[in-house]
């Protein structure tokens, strides 16, 4: 499957963002999606993922409350909706999946990546 990501940008403190990340050749509904960022400096994190029904979703501690994933499996996107921006959120954010086979709760590397969109809150 090939990811594009897009939707990035540069944001005040307190604003939004909606990124989104359209995926094309397998059926979309085989793969787990996350989204991940790096911030200069830091190493790759994972911010959310949302498994192929919408059901399981996870976020990590700093994004809770403020994020939103989804997707739309007609469409075959990926969404994750940023409220209340912070300038620690800015850095690259990248999308990805993996196989639903895999299940949901597992270590297995993701195996398929987006090319990442910037964004960056100003304080």
């Known amino acids: 499957v090939q990811l594009q990501a897009s939707g990035g940008g540069l944001v005040q403190a307190g604003g939004f963002l909606r990124l989104s990340c359209a995926a094309c050749g397998r059926p979309f509904s085989t793969y787990t999606m996350a989204w991940f960022r790096q911030a200069p400096g830091q190493e790759r994190e994972i911010v959310s993922t949302?498994?192929?029904?919408?059901?399981?979703?996870y976020y990590v501690d700093s994004v809770k409350g403020r994020f939103t994933i989804s997707r739309d499996n007609v469409k075959n996107t990926a969404y994750l909706q940023m409220n209340d921006l912070k300038p620690e959120d800015t850095a690259v954010y990248y999308c990805?999946?993996?196989?639903?086979?895999?299940?949901?709760?597992?270590?297995?590397?993701?195996?398929?990546w987006g090319q990442g969109t910037l964004v960056t809150v100003s304080s």
């Open positions: 949302i498994s192929w029904t919408g059901s399981s979703i």
């Open positions: 990805a999946a993996r196989s639903r086979a895999y299940g949901f709760t597992t270590h297995q590397p993701y195996e398929y």
